[in-house]
């Protein structure tokens, strides 16, 4: 029973819809995990300077990843790799995993010893604080976290290859689990730094998964001096995603560096709607754009153009599909959403009016942000990876610029600061001005998903045309949803207040259940094929040893 169960979970998985929802299946378990970190956080912490200070802490070493790691990540080695000889694959590997650890080991060691010079100038607030010098030493210890997922980013490029997308799905399971364990076990022995502990436990978990795939394949890197030739044809192809990676996080960097400006508590509530808002991007973007890259890097380099360009309109039109149907379901039950999962212990009712408002806000560029992945994929798979490079780039100033200015605005017309809060009932709530950071980033995300859509023309002709007609039928479907969800509420809030965690729990099931069978029974009779293909590919998942394996790299016979 053991070895079976061991065969499914790594068994390859050749569709890209049965790929998609494993994947999604199997996100949705670390997502939920990572829920469970984030409440553990609220509880234990609340909206306040210990958890802004973890959460600003954590950006550093996530733009050291984003610039060093990724430069030899696994974007960039599946289609390099998916052709060799496996003595030449794994050549390859061991040299990009050996300058991963030079060069990324020498830039943290230097921005470690230069930490407390330069901790201070994005977060000023924190450097009269009494826990200034933990904060420090926090950023120091995460800095070690960087290497651990860019190797791990290595060997998880064999496990993409060979499609075992249930361990690649279950990397971040572990990694939230090893937050979990330092903030419930080590926090209290050795405060903020147990958790940071706990993140380095994670990510040394993340690696160490993706370890029996390569050495099954006989790709386990191994310790080689990197040749310049060999090293050069890596990051040449991978600087403009490790740039665009870079300009993503530096976008997330400076909006928290303003609102680190805008009171406590502040960084803590947009991370946590952040957070929010990033579970059904993982579950339905993140999700379709990671199963769709190795099937468009391979139909891409066998010049299947058809298959390539169906691929990614297919991709699309599901994004685009649940999406919708998320975005409108999220938006009417927001502050059910943030009382159900973070509304405990210290993290107060304010701070959960404050957080719902700005998911509320964050998920309306939910559609972009899929369509955002998807495009960059298709670019990384036709060997244009400037393209990405240039939408992050405009979409970093276009965020930063329009949170500060709608905070001017806020500050200079109380006319639209009413308007907003009125919006979102939050106008008796303090710390209110963090929507407009909210603003600021979801701006630059519409603006930027249109922008992707437009140059993904480029490599896809027709792409915005094709998806039009998805595109009303999934709002049409939504909206219908999510009046049929906000009508369940309000029965419902006549009959049982909201006073009680089961009731809030019981009202939002139930809400959100009447919206998704509206939107779904919608698009039945629409007879939208994207259903079809769910219930489908479903189907197909209910047996993983049907499913056919998909051929190992090196000489073998390609299955197509």
Not at 113 to 129: E, K, T, W, Y
Not at 273 to 287: D, K, R
Request: glycine share 8%; with cysteine.
């Amino acid at each position: 029973m053991v070895r079976e169960f061991l065969t499914k979970l790594t068994a390859p998985v050749r569709g890209l819809h049965q790929a998609a929802y494993l994947l999604a299946l199997l996100t949705l378990a670390s997502q939920l995990l990572a829920l469970t970190r984030d409440r553990i956080f609220a509880h234990t912490f609340g909206a306040g300077e210990v958890l802004d200070m973890y959460y600003a802490a954590f950006k550093i070493p996530d733009l050291v990843f984003a610039l060093v790691a990724s430069l030899v990540s696994a974007y960039v080695l599946i289609p390099m790799i998916s052709g060799m000889e496996k003595k030449e694959a794994r050549r390859l590997l061991s040299e990009t995993a050996t300058f991963l650890v030079i060069t990324g080991g020498f830039i943290c060691i230097i921005l470690a010893i230069f930490a407390p010079n330069f901790v201070f100038i994005l977060f000023p607030s924190f450097a009269n604080s009494p826990n200034a010098d933990l904060f420090v030493t926090l950023v120091r210890l995460l800095l070690i976290q960087p290497i651990l997922l860019g190797l791990s980013g290595i060997l998880g490029s064999v496990t993409q290859i060979k499609r075992r997308f249930v361990l690649f799905a279950l990397s971040p399971v572990l990694y939230n689990l090893g937050i979990i364990f330092g903030t419930v076990f080590l926090y209290p022995q050795y405060g903020i730094l147990g958790i940071g502990m706990g993140v380095l436990i994670g990510a040394t978990a993340h690696l160490l998964l993706n370890v029996p795939i390569a050495f099954g394949a006989k790709l386990l890197p191994y310790p080689r001096i990197p040749s310049y030739g060999v090293i050069m044809s890596v990051v040449r192809n991978s600087v403009p995603r490790s740039l665009a990676l870079g300009m993503g996080t530096i976008t997330t960097l400076g909006l928290l560096a303003i609102a680190s400006r805008l009171g406590p508590g502040s960084v803590s509530v947009f991370t946590l709607a952040s957070n929010l808002e990033a579970v059904p991007l993982s579950l339905i973007g993140a999700a379709y754009a990671t199963a769709a890259f190795p099937v468009l890097a391979e139909q891409h380099g066998k010049g299947k153009k058809d298959e390539f360009q169906a691929t990614i309109f297919a991709a699309a039109r599901h994004i685009i599909l649940w999406s919708s149907v998320i975005l409108v379901l999220t938006v009417v039950l927001r502050a059910h959403i943030v009382r159900i999962i973070l509304g405990s212990g210290a993290f107060d009712w304010d701070a959960t009016r404050l957080t719902a408002a700005i998911l509320g806000i964050m998920v309306l560029s939910l559609i972009a942000q899929g369509i955002i992945l998807l495009a960059a994929r298709a670019f990384y798979a036709a060997h244009r990876s400037w393209n990405p490079l240039f939408v992050q780039l405009a979409d970093c100033g276009i965020s930063i610029l329009s949170a500060l200015g709608f905070l001017h605005l806020a500050r200079t017309v109380p006319e639209v600061r009413y308007f907003v809060e009125s919006l979102f009932r939050v106008t008796d709530v303090p710390g209110s001005e963090i929507l407009f950071v909210a603003c600021g980033f979801t701006l630059g995300q519409l603006i930027m998903g249109v922008v992707a859509l437009i140059t993904l023309r480029t490599v896809v002709p027709g792409a915005a045309r094709e998806l039009i007609r998805p595109i009303l039928e999934s709002f049409g479907a939504a909206l219908l949803g999510g009046t049929a969800a906000y009508g369940a509420l309000s029965l419902m809030g006549n009959i049982a207040p909201l006073t009680t965690l089961p009731v809030v729990v019981a009202e939002g099931a139930v809400a959100g259940m009447v919206g998704l069978a509206v939107a779904c029974a919608v698009l039945f009779m629409l007879q939208n094929k994207e259903m079809k293909a769910l219930w489908n590919s479903l189907s197909k998942l209910r047996n993983l040893r049907a499913l056919k394996p998909y051929a190992p790299i090196g000489n073998d016979q390609t299955h197509t």
